[in-house]
């Protein structure tokens, strides 16, 4: 019980402090976790490496939970692990259930959070074992069963399907980056597009240009009529949030918890893939998913365990293998040798007291968390109240700055959200779907590494099957996943029928999932 | 002998175009089956005068809507430009923000009160300020 | 106090250059020293990682020294080399190591000759952790093992990651199999992969027998019992012996420096033929635009001479296991060049 002896005030004020800041930085759209855990490395020195622990875990936590903020309120995704959260956050914003849907996240989050904590504190060293059993061949499963959630997230499965395939295309465009083992070559463009695109298009500047600017454009098209957003979404006392909306949810919980952490633990699969993969089982697995995409509380609770799951997860590797799980671990580790400590797996046993503070620190930043937010929502849900000439002209403003900070002042990023603004828009104009294509963005180029690189290794297409059991385990998974779509294909065409047979005819089924809800 | 058709070997000078050239296959054959299930019907309804086309067949707030593109490349534009007089404070995005924010708040105004010009006006000198200060100055994030 | 001079005084000069721009309507006219905000832009895009680090621990120093704003940006080499183009001021500088070189020795896209395209500014520092492992059960005692292997027509798969500081070693060595076992070489074959947790992973799953790694990553990795399939064995670093001699006695983690030093010649040898042996530093220094006024060359080579004068600067450096390793611009371009072009004969030889 030595590390008692470093938990002190400043301690716990530092864990506060850190939260708090994380949650601001995720949500403001394009703003990161990572980004978080960057600009404060430097205050770390000075305090020391138990405080300055303190403030980062409590800047990781914050800063994945705060990404829900404008996932559920404005359809942006704050941080790229809060993708699927837009998928039935916004949806419920927009029928006046913001505050429950944020409600929802929070606990989700906090469940997630303290699942991986727990996790990371008695198996460590046993899952860093079993995460290494993780090839090239087993990561390239773990991501296309990932992306089997394409085939079901949309109306149409063939318009779904293709959206994402575009979506993995526009993701390989730039260089097979040697930093991957790649031979450097760029592709998929002209040379006159080398100065701006060698590295493509960087992920969190097309997330919010997709979302967030071409969310702007279209509300810009039908003449931003309504002078606030809050008239269509009516708060609501207390939004109608009770427990009970968690009841039967616990397996859902428990398992999107367990996936978020698992996920987090294998390097390089990263964040945006957690809360995928939860999405994707419960959409399979769930008895009812019909609603998930439309307003289902059941799709935050996957999206949001599973994302702060991460945070557990992602430090397994980290403190067992000297690994980072994903980019904000990578951070860390940066202080980590700012104060002279290895991380490697040798770390746990050698540096007992700064395990167990960090654990503290975790968990504490977990609670923190969930404190600030689930009093500070009723505040925060106001945001929709604010008139949107007021509220467009910033949403563009911080996505700017997101956009332009997120790699350290590229201008580029800034132009992708334009440009990912108007393809947005034109995407959803001509009856695509965004989400398919986002996801298939977000997995496209670990896709491709893995896939190649298991090739390279071992030479024929029969390794996916036979590499391991693993392997086996992962294609019945994914066999589940797809035979699942196909049935909900077969369900929606026979329901569509009997709508067309109706005479009516919306051509906006699968433009307008998000927006023909301004009915005005 | 099943392996012998499994098997493939990657040329590491060209394997960058190796995963590219599955997913064209891909994307060429989704387009066709697209094509003939959902674009052809569609553009005989369209000729039927059921449907009409997206984008160029519909009705639209043209002033704002092409308002808003403009002043979103105007902004990216000058924002580096003026920041490139003063390189790396921010001044850039500062200055150029604050009449962003201004324009596109009054392009979006429908009914111009006294009361609510001078939110707008604030707002756009505020917010700018408020970010500037906190993310360039106290967290000092480079900005243009 | 601090922030505050510091925020009167940007305010003021942005009030001098504002001015300036209203009136002339251009640019202001250059002035042979470092002002207001300076970037200075890193080959990597990450903050963890050792040309951060090594960035920081300077920068911070001539910042102060200066008394300039200065900032250093994880943009990556791509976007690092384009920032640099762009502004001839000096308000933009770059820190990269020998990757900037290597890379274009190696052909990988988006690399230019260094030399012909920047002025090379000084060197700062060496990281001198670049090592090559095999597992601990590995029948490969030392690299001579490995040497003779390969010459006796046996494969042995290196991971590294291509076209750069991680391939340069693997191509010394299958230099050095072509000068003793001629015809042999081509039995030493590169597995092409990523970080540092992609090449650990190859040896783990048995896709590779010799893997490229670090002294600061994989130290622990050597010290883990050898039922731990984990478990690695250092063979080789590529430092040359003085620039291990001149690391912190006790090393790094629980490997002092006696021992890190059985890995390095005269113990550990790669020829390069002509009774010359290879050896790998990565060194970190400045590149600057070709355009920037000789005054800021000179302005921060005068100023990094009296920071490593003063002394404080090489306890920071070898805190964090880096070598300092000082050398004004003249001197450090003329070093850099003749290095270049020894890796270069090695490049060619085995092409």
Redesign the interface.
């Known amino acids: 019980m030595d590390f008692l002896a470093f938990i002190d005030f400043t301690f716990l004020l530092l864990v506060g402090f850190g939260t708090l800041v994380g949650i601001i930085f995720g949500a403001i759209p394009g703003m990161t976790a990572t980004m978080a855990v960057?600009v404060c490395?430097?205050l770390t020195y000075a305090l020391g490496l138990n405080h300055g622990l303190a403030l980062l875990l409590g800047l990781y936590v914050g800063g994945i939970s705060g990404g829900m903020v404008p996932a559920v309120l404005l359809n942006i995704p704050g941080t790229p692990s809060s993708i699927t959260t837009t998928f039935d956050g916004y949806p419920m914003a927009q029928k006046g259930e913001g505050e429950k849907a944020l409600r929802i996240c929070v606990i989700a989050s906090l469940v997630g959070g303290l699942v991986s904590a727990l996790v990371l504190f008695l198996f460590a060293p046993l899952l860093a074992?079993f995460s290494?059993k993780f090839?090239?061949v087993e990561k390239f499963l773990i991501i296309l069963l990932a992306l089997s959630v394409i085939a079901s997230l949309s109306s149409s499965m063939l318009i779904g399907i293709f959206s994402g395939v575009i979506g993995i295309w526009l993701s390989l465009i730039g260089?097979y980056?040697?930093?991957?083992?790649?031979?450097?070559?760029?592709r998929l463009m002209f040379d006159f597009m080398?100065?701006y695109l060698?590295?493509g298009f960087s992920l969190l500047p097309v997330l919010i240009g997709i979302f967030g600017i071409s969310t702007i454009l279209l509300e810009a098209e039908k003449g931003v009529k309504r002078d606030t957003a809050g008239e269509r979404i009516k708060l609501g006392k207390e939004g109608g949030f009770s427990l009970s909306v968690f009841k039967g949810g616990l397996t859902n919980l428990t398992r999107s918890s367990f996936i978020g952490t698992f996920v987090g633990m294998l390097?390089?699969v990263g964040g945006s893939a957690a809360s995928v993969l939860a999405y994707t089982q419960e959409k399979n697995l769930a008895r009812d998913s019909s609603q998930m995409g439309k307003g289902a509380p059941q799709g935050l609770i996957a999206s949001e365990s599973a994302n702060n799951a991460l945070t557990g997860g992602a430090l397994i590797?980290l403190l067992s293998?000297?690994?980072?799980g994903d980019s904000t671990t990578?951070?860390?580790?940066?202080?980590f040798?700012?104060q002279?400590i290895?991380v490697?797996?040798?770390?746990i046993p050698e540096n007992h007291d700064t395990w167990y503070v960090m654990m503290v620190a975790l968990v504490l930043a977990n609670f923190v968390m969930f404190v600030l937010m689930f009093f500070a929502i009723k505040h925060i849900a106001k945001v929709v109240m604010v008139p949107k000439h007021i509220l467009y002209p910033l949403i563009v403003m911080m996505c700017v700055v997101g956009a332009y900070a997120i790699?350290?002042?590229?201008m580029f990023d800034v132009w992708t959200l334009l440009i990912f603004g108007v393809l947005g828009y034109l995407i959803q104009k001509i009856g695509l779907e965004v989400a398919p294509l986002i996801i298939g963005f977000i997995l496209g180029s670990q896709a491709e590494?893995y896939f190649v690189?298991s090739l390279?290794?071992f030479g024929t297409y029969s390794i996916f099957f036979t590499k391991s059991s693993i392997a086996m385990v992962l294609w019945a998974l994914i066999a589940a996943s797809v035979l699942f779509a196909i049935a909900m294909g077969f369900k929606s065409r026979a329901r569509q029928k009997m709508e067309l047979s109706q005479m009516h005819t919306p051509s906006n089924t699968t433009a307008g999932k998000r927006h023909d809800s301004t009915n005005d | 002998m099943a392996s012998d058709l499994l098997s493939v070997s990657i040329d590491?000078e060209t394997s960058h175009l190796f995963f590219p050239h599955i997913v064209h296959w891909l994307l060429a054959g989704l387009f066709l089956l697209i094509l003939v299930t959902k674009v052809v019907p569609f553009m005989a309804a369209v000729k039927r005068g059921e449907r009409t086309l997206p984008i160029i067949g519909e009705a639209r707030d043209s002033k704002r809507f092409f308002g808003t593109l403009a002043l979103i490349c105007a902004y990216f534009y000058l924002m580096a430009v003026v920041g490139?007089?003063?390189?790396?404070?921010g001044?850039g995005f500062l200055f150029v923000s604050m009449v962003f924010v201004l324009l596109m708040s009054l392009m979006y105004l429908h009914d111009w009160t006294k009361k609510k010009l001078i939110i707008v006006v604030i707002n756009a000198i505020a917010a700018p300020t408020i970010a500037w200060f906190v993310l360039a100055?106290l967290f000092?994030i480079?900005l243009p | 106090m601090l922030?505050a001079r510091k925020?009167l005084m940007?305010v003021s000069?942005?009030g001098v250059?504002?001015g300036a721009?209203l009136g002339s309507g251009v640019?202001m006219a250059q002035d042979a020293q470092l002002r207001?905000?300076?970037?200075v832009?890193i080959g990597s895009?990450?903050?963890?990682?050792d040309t951060?680090?090594n960035a920081?621990i300077v920068v911070d120093r001539l910042a102060e020294h200066l008394g300039v704003?200065m900032?250093v940006?994880?943009?990556?080499a791509?976007?690092a080399f384009?920032?640099l183009d762009r502004?001839s001021?000096g308000?933009?500088l770059m820190i990269f190591h020998d990757q900037s070189y290597l890379g274009h020795l190696y052909g990988?896209?988006?690399y230019d000759d260094i030399f012909e395209k920047y002025t090379i500014g000084p060197t700062i520092a060496i990281n001198p952790g670049n090592a090559y492992l095999v597992p601990m059960d590995s029948p490969y005692q030392s690299l001579d093992d490995i040497i003779e292997a390969v010459g006796s027509g046996e494969t042995v798969r290196v991971a590294i990651?291509?076209?750069?500081v991680s391939e340069i070693g693997f191509s010394a060595l299958k230099n050095a199999i072509a000068i003793e076992h001629p015809g042999q070489e081509d039995n030493l074959v590169a597995?092409?992969?990523?970080?540092?947790?992609?090449k650990?992973?190859?040896l783990?799953?048995g896709?590779a027998d010799v893997i490229n790694g670090s002294v600061?990553?994989?130290?622990?990795?050597t010290?883990?019992p050898e039922s731990?399939?984990?478990a690695m064995r250092f063979v080789w670093l590529t430092a040359r012996q003085e620039t291990i001699e001149q690391a912190p006695e006790e090393g790094?983690?629980q490997t002092t420096r006696d021992q890190l030093l059985e890995y390095v010649e005269p113990n550990v040898t790669v020829t390069m033929g002509d009774d010359e042996n290879f050896t790998f530093d990565k060194e970190f220094f400045f590149l600057y635009n070709k355009e920037m006024d000789q005054g800021i060359v000179d302005q921060i080579d005068e100023a990094l001479t009296e920071i490593f004068d003063e002394g404080e600067v090489q306890q920071a450096q070898l805190?964090?296991f880096f070598i300092p390793d000082f050398k004004p611009s003249a001197e450090a371009s003329e070093y850099l060049q003749e290095k270049m072009s020894r890796y270069q004969d090695i490049i060619s030889n085995i092409n």
């Open positions: 960057a490395l430097p074992d290494i090839s090239y260089d980056s040697i930093s991957d083992g790649g031979n450097g070559h760029t080398e100065p060698f590295e390097p390089g590797p293998l000297g690994i980072p990578a951070v860390l580790i940066g202080a040798t700012l002279g290895q490697g797996p040798l770390f790699n350290y002042g590229i590494v690189k390279e290794s | 590491f490139d007089l003063f390189p790396y404070t001044y100055k000092t480079t | 922030l925020t940007s000069v942005a250059m504002l721009a640019a207001g905000n300076v970037r832009v895009t990450s903050t963890g990682g951060y680090q920081s704003n900032k940006d994880a943009v990556g791509s976007s384009r920032t502004d001021r308000n933009t990988v896209q988006g990651q291509p076209g750069g597995v092409n992969t990523g970080s540092q947790s992609d650990n992973q190859q783990f799953d896709q600061q990553a994989n130290e622990q990795y010290r883990l731990d399939q984990k790094l983690g805190d964090a």
